[in-house]
Protein backbone atom coordinates (compact mmCIF):
# COMPACT_ATOMS: atom_id res chain seq x y z
CA UNK A 1 0.00 0.00 0.00
CA UNK A 2 1.41 3.20 -1.23
CA UNK A 3 2.14 5.32 2.24
CA UNK A 4 0.23 8.47 2.90
CA UNK A 5 2.72 11.72 2.69
CA UNK A 6 3.30 13.95 5.81
CA UNK A 7 1.91 16.85 6.07
CA UNK A 8 2.89 19.48 5.45
CA UNK A 9 3.48 18.36 1.96
CA UNK A 10 3.40 19.18 -1.69
CA UNK A 11 1.04 16.97 -3.65
CA UNK A 12 2.19 16.91 -7.47
CA UNK A 13 -0.40 16.32 -9.98
CA UNK A 14 2.04 15.43 -12.42
CA UNK A 15 2.23 17.30 -15.74
CA UNK A 16 -0.39 14.70 -17.48
CA UNK A 17 -3.72 15.20 -15.09
CA UNK A 18 -3.39 18.63 -14.22
CA UNK A 19 -2.26 22.37 -15.54
CA UNK A 20 0.98 23.51 -13.54
CA UNK A 21 -0.61 25.82 -11.44
CA UNK A 22 -2.49 23.16 -9.77
CA UNK A 23 0.51 21.97 -8.36
CA UNK A 24 -1.63 21.56 -4.98
CA UNK A 25 0.16 22.46 -1.66
CA UNK A 26 -1.18 20.29 1.01
CA UNK A 27 -2.65 22.61 3.53
CA UNK A 28 -2.47 20.84 7.20
CA UNK A 29 -6.09 20.34 8.07
CA UNK A 30 -6.75 20.47 11.57
CA UNK A 31 -10.68 19.25 13.04
CA UNK A 32 -11.55 20.00 16.59
CA UNK A 33 -10.92 15.99 17.38
CA UNK A 34 -6.68 16.25 15.84
CA UNK A 35 -6.60 19.90 17.26
CA UNK A 36 -4.40 18.34 19.75
CA UNK A 37 -3.01 15.98 17.17
CA UNK A 38 -5.14 12.84 17.57
CA UNK A 39 -6.60 12.52 13.87
CA UNK A 40 -3.70 11.08 11.66
CA UNK A 41 -6.24 11.92 8.38
CA UNK A 42 -6.41 14.87 7.13
CA UNK A 43 -9.00 15.34 4.32
CA UNK A 44 -8.26 15.54 0.78
CA UNK A 45 -7.95 18.62 -0.84
CA UNK A 46 -9.52 19.24 -3.79
CA UNK A 47 -7.70 21.87 -6.72
CA UNK A 48 -10.10 24.06 -7.91
CA UNK A 49 -8.78 26.28 -10.82
CA UNK A 50 -11.73 29.17 -10.59
CA UNK A 51 -11.54 31.40 -13.70
CA UNK A 52 -10.26 34.82 -12.36
CA UNK A 53 -12.29 37.08 -14.58
CA UNK A 54 -9.40 39.29 -14.82
CA UNK A 55 -7.02 37.74 -17.24
CA UNK A 56 -3.70 38.99 -17.30
CA UNK A 57 -4.30 41.95 -16.22
CA UNK A 58 -5.12 41.22 -12.45
CA UNK A 59 -1.14 41.88 -11.23
CA UNK A 60 -1.43 45.76 -13.07
CA UNK A 61 -5.02 46.08 -11.14
CA UNK A 62 -3.56 44.91 -8.21
CA UNK A 63 -0.26 47.17 -8.48
CA UNK A 64 -2.98 50.03 -8.69
CA UNK A 65 -4.47 49.05 -5.57
CA UNK A 66 -0.65 48.70 -3.66
CA UNK A 67 -0.10 52.19 -5.18
CA UNK A 68 -3.59 53.77 -3.46
CA UNK A 69 -2.28 52.63 -0.33
CA UNK A 70 1.11 53.45 -0.14
CA UNK A 71 -0.76 57.20 -1.14
CA UNK A 72 -2.92 56.24 1.99
CA UNK A 73 0.64 55.98 4.16
CA UNK A 74 0.96 52.51 4.25
CA UNK A 75 5.07 52.12 3.71
CA UNK A 76 5.47 48.61 5.30
CA UNK A 77 7.91 47.31 2.52
CA UNK A 78 7.07 43.64 3.46
CA UNK A 79 3.30 43.92 3.97
CA UNK A 80 3.28 45.63 0.15
CA UNK A 81 5.35 42.77 -1.26
CA UNK A 82 2.42 40.59 0.12
CA UNK A 83 -0.77 42.37 -1.09
CA UNK A 84 1.26 42.42 -4.78
CA UNK A 85 1.54 38.69 -4.84
CA UNK A 86 -1.79 37.70 -3.21
CA UNK A 87 -4.14 37.49 -5.85
CA UNK A 88 -7.38 38.66 -3.73
CA UNK A 89 -9.89 37.67 -7.17
CA UNK A 90 -8.85 34.20 -6.15
CA UNK A 91 -10.61 34.42 -2.87
CA UNK A 92 -14.00 35.99 -3.86
CA UNK A 93 -17.38 34.64 -5.97
CA UNK A 94 -16.94 34.88 -9.62
CA UNK A 95 -19.53 37.92 -9.22
CA UNK A 96 -17.59 39.81 -7.26
CA UNK A 97 -14.47 39.39 -9.21
CA UNK A 98 -14.56 42.98 -10.87
CA UNK A 99 -15.10 44.54 -7.23
CA UNK A 100 -11.53 42.59 -6.05
CA UNK A 101 -8.87 45.10 -5.98
CA UNK A 102 -11.05 48.30 -5.17
CA UNK A 103 -10.79 48.88 -1.23
CA UNK A 104 -13.66 47.63 -0.10
CA UNK A 105 -14.83 44.51 1.99
CA UNK A 106 -16.86 42.23 0.11
CA UNK A 107 -18.86 39.07 1.11
CA UNK A 108 -18.29 35.76 0.98
CA UNK A 109 -20.96 33.68 2.20
CA UNK A 110 -22.31 32.93 5.50
CA UNK A 111 -23.00 35.79 6.21
CA UNK A 112 -19.37 37.31 6.73
CA UNK A 113 -17.51 39.70 5.10
CA UNK A 114 -13.28 39.55 3.26
CA UNK A 115 -11.78 43.26 5.10
CA UNK A 116 -11.15 46.40 3.16
CA UNK A 117 -7.77 45.62 1.69
CA UNK A 118 -6.28 48.81 3.65
CA UNK A 119 -7.65 47.38 7.12
CA UNK A 120 -5.78 43.93 6.37
CA UNK A 121 -2.84 45.88 5.63
CA UNK A 122 -2.72 47.85 8.45
CA UNK A 123 -3.37 45.46 10.93
CA UNK A 124 -0.64 42.94 9.42
CA UNK A 125 1.58 45.85 9.46
CA UNK A 126 0.98 46.53 13.11
CA UNK A 127 1.39 42.77 14.02
CA UNK A 128 4.85 43.05 12.65
CA UNK A 129 5.70 46.33 14.71
CA UNK A 130 5.64 43.77 18.06
CA UNK A 131 9.06 43.10 19.05
CA UNK A 132 9.24 39.22 18.16
CA UNK A 133 10.80 39.91 14.13
CA UNK A 134 13.20 36.88 13.01
CA UNK A 135 16.33 37.96 11.57
CA UNK A 136 14.41 37.71 8.05
CA UNK A 137 12.59 40.16 9.40
CA UNK A 138 9.30 37.63 9.05
CA UNK A 139 7.04 37.43 12.20
CA UNK A 140 7.87 33.12 13.56
CA UNK A 141 4.80 31.86 14.11
CA UNK A 142 1.28 33.53 13.56
CA UNK A 143 -2.05 32.75 15.06
CA UNK A 144 -5.46 34.29 12.90
CA UNK A 145 -8.83 34.20 13.86
CA UNK A 146 -11.75 34.04 11.57
CA UNK A 147 -10.28 32.49 8.86
CA UNK A 148 -12.89 33.76 6.24
CA UNK A 149 -12.07 32.78 2.73
CA UNK A 150 -8.00 32.51 3.44
CA UNK A 151 -7.17 35.66 1.47
CA UNK A 152 -5.73 36.85 4.96
CA UNK A 153 -4.05 33.97 5.77
CA UNK A 154 -2.11 33.63 2.65
CA UNK A 155 -0.96 37.37 3.16
CA UNK A 156 0.48 35.93 6.19
CA UNK A 157 2.04 33.32 4.89
CA UNK A 158 4.19 36.12 2.95
CA UNK A 159 5.68 37.52 6.00
CA UNK A 160 5.74 34.72 8.67
CA UNK A 161 7.12 31.13 9.01
CA UNK A 162 4.01 29.81 9.92
CA UNK A 163 0.53 30.79 10.02
CA UNK A 164 -2.44 28.38 11.96
CA UNK A 165 -5.59 29.86 11.05
CA UNK A 166 -9.00 28.99 13.12
CA UNK A 167 -12.35 29.44 11.46
CA UNK A 168 -15.62 28.28 13.47
CA UNK A 169 -17.75 28.21 10.70
CA UNK A 170 -17.15 24.70 8.66
CA UNK A 171 -18.24 25.93 5.04
CA UNK A 172 -15.95 29.12 5.34
CA UNK A 173 -12.92 26.27 6.64
CA UNK A 174 -13.74 24.22 3.64
CA UNK A 175 -14.36 27.40 1.10
CA UNK A 176 -10.27 28.54 2.61
CA UNK A 177 -9.11 24.79 2.01
CA UNK A 178 -10.08 25.18 -1.58
CA UNK A 179 -9.04 28.60 -2.02
CA UNK A 180 -5.77 27.88 -0.78
CA UNK A 181 -5.06 25.01 -2.39
CA UNK A 182 -4.45 26.47 -5.62
CA UNK A 183 -1.64 28.64 -3.89
CA UNK A 184 2.14 26.52 -3.38
CA UNK A 185 1.97 27.46 0.32
CA UNK A 186 3.39 25.16 2.70
CA UNK A 187 3.12 26.95 5.88
CA UNK A 188 -0.50 27.77 6.15
CA UNK A 189 -2.28 25.68 8.47
CA UNK A 190 -5.92 25.99 8.85
CA UNK A 191 -7.88 24.52 11.80
CA UNK A 192 -11.61 23.95 11.87
CA UNK A 193 -12.71 24.81 15.62
CA UNK A 194 -13.61 27.85 17.68
CA UNK A 195 -10.79 30.61 17.66
CA UNK A 196 -12.06 31.58 21.67
CA UNK A 197 -9.56 28.72 22.78
CA UNK A 198 -6.51 29.44 20.78
CA UNK A 199 -4.32 26.68 19.42
CA UNK A 200 -2.50 25.61 22.41
CA UNK A 201 -0.40 22.83 20.40
CA UNK A 202 1.65 25.18 18.24
CA UNK A 203 2.07 28.18 20.72
CA UNK A 204 3.78 30.07 21.85
CA UNK A 205 2.91 32.74 18.72
CA UNK A 206 4.91 35.96 18.22
CA UNK A 207 1.53 37.23 16.84
CA UNK A 208 -2.11 36.60 16.69
CA UNK A 209 -4.60 38.74 14.69
CA UNK A 210 -8.23 38.41 14.95
CA UNK A 211 -10.83 38.96 11.64
CA UNK A 212 -13.57 39.29 14.47
CA UNK A 213 -14.04 41.40 17.32
CA UNK A 214 -16.06 40.82 21.45
CA UNK A 215 -15.70 43.47 23.93
CA UNK A 216 -13.55 40.95 25.89
CA UNK A 217 -10.25 39.96 24.94
CA UNK A 218 -9.79 35.90 25.65
CA UNK A 219 -7.58 34.23 27.77
CA UNK A 220 -6.52 31.99 26.18
CA UNK A 221 -4.78 34.61 23.52
CA UNK A 222 -2.84 36.06 26.25
CA UNK A 223 -1.76 32.53 27.33
CA UNK A 224 -0.24 31.51 23.99
CA UNK A 225 1.57 34.92 23.38
CA UNK A 226 4.99 34.45 23.38
CA UNK A 227 7.07 37.33 25.50
CA UNK A 228 7.80 40.21 22.99
CA UNK A 229 4.91 39.10 20.75
CA UNK A 230 1.64 41.34 20.06
CA UNK A 231 -2.22 40.88 19.38
CA UNK A 232 -4.01 43.21 16.82
CA UNK A 233 -7.51 42.49 17.12
CA UNK A 234 -11.19 44.89 16.91
CA UNK A 235 -12.41 45.12 20.41
CA UNK A 236 -15.81 46.38 21.01
CA UNK A 237 -16.54 49.14 24.17
CA UNK A 238 -19.79 50.98 24.24
CA UNK A 239 -21.67 50.03 21.55
CA UNK A 240 -18.64 50.53 18.70
CA UNK A 241 -15.51 48.78 17.74
CA UNK A 242 -11.93 50.20 17.63
CA UNK A 243 -8.56 48.14 16.84
CA UNK A 244 -6.70 46.83 20.15
CA UNK A 245 -2.98 45.63 19.84
CA UNK A 246 -1.60 44.46 23.35
CA UNK A 247 1.89 43.89 23.34
CA UNK A 248 3.36 40.84 26.10
CA UNK A 249 6.60 41.89 27.38
CA UNK A 250 8.40 41.02 30.28
CA UNK A 251 6.91 43.44 32.53
CA UNK A 252 3.75 42.65 31.91
CA UNK A 253 0.86 43.80 29.03
CA UNK A 254 1.08 46.89 27.48
CA UNK A 255 -2.40 48.35 25.78
CA UNK A 256 -3.23 50.19 23.06
CA UNK A 257 -6.76 51.35 21.56
CA UNK A 258 -6.47 52.70 18.21
CA UNK A 259 -9.01 53.92 15.36
CA UNK A 260 -12.26 52.49 14.85
CA UNK A 261 -13.06 49.86 12.78
CA UNK A 262 -15.73 47.52 11.64
CA UNK A 263 -15.43 43.87 11.99
CA UNK A 264 -17.74 41.14 12.32
CA UNK A 265 -18.75 39.79 16.13
CA UNK A 266 -16.07 37.13 17.68
CA UNK A 267 -19.11 34.54 18.40
CA UNK A 268 -17.67 31.00 20.37
CA UNK A 269 -18.23 27.38 19.49
CA UNK A 270 -18.35 25.83 16.01
CA UNK A 271 -21.24 26.12 13.12
N1 LIG B 1 -9.55 36.95 7.53
C1 LIG B 1 -10.75 36.66 6.81
C2 LIG B 1 -11.89 37.54 7.26
C3 LIG B 1 -13.04 36.71 7.67
S1 LIG B 1 -14.35 37.54 8.49
C4 LIG B 1 -10.54 36.71 5.31
O1 LIG B 1 -9.43 37.07 4.85
O2 LIG B 1 -11.45 36.33 4.59
C5 LIG B 1 -14.13 36.94 10.13
C6 LIG B 1 -14.32 35.48 10.33
O3 LIG B 1 -14.19 35.22 11.73
C7 LIG B 1 -15.67 34.91 9.93
O4 LIG B 1 -15.47 33.94 8.95
C8 LIG B 1 -16.23 34.31 11.22
O5 LIG B 1 -16.94 33.10 11.03
C9 LIG B 1 -14.95 34.07 12.01
N2 LIG B 1 -15.10 33.91 13.46
C10 LIG B 1 -15.88 34.60 14.33
N3 LIG B 1 -15.72 34.12 15.58
C11 LIG B 1 -14.79 33.12 15.50
C12 LIG B 1 -14.20 32.23 16.46
N4 LIG B 1 -14.52 32.24 17.77
N5 LIG B 1 -13.30 31.33 16.01
C13 LIG B 1 -12.96 31.26 14.70
N6 LIG B 1 -13.49 32.06 13.77
C14 LIG B 1 -14.40 32.98 14.15
Known amino acids: MKKRPAFPARIDFGRDNAPPEVLLSATKVMTPSNQRGMDKTPKP ?22 DKLIAQGLDDEMV ?32 QTISKPNVVARMISLLRQGRNLLITGKLNRVLEIGTGCGYQAALLAEVSKEVYSI ?37 PYSGIISAAGGDTLPQAWIDQLDVGG ?42
Request: aromatic letters at 4%.
Open 45 to 66: LVPQNKPSGLGLDSKAVRERMV
Open 80 to 111: LKALRAVERHRFVDTALVNQAYEDTSLPIGLG
Open 167 to 203: ERLKGLHEKALSNLAQLSLQNVHLIFGDGMLGHPSAA
Open 230 to 271: RIVAPWAQDGSQSLLVIDKTNKGLERQILEPVHFVPLKSGIA
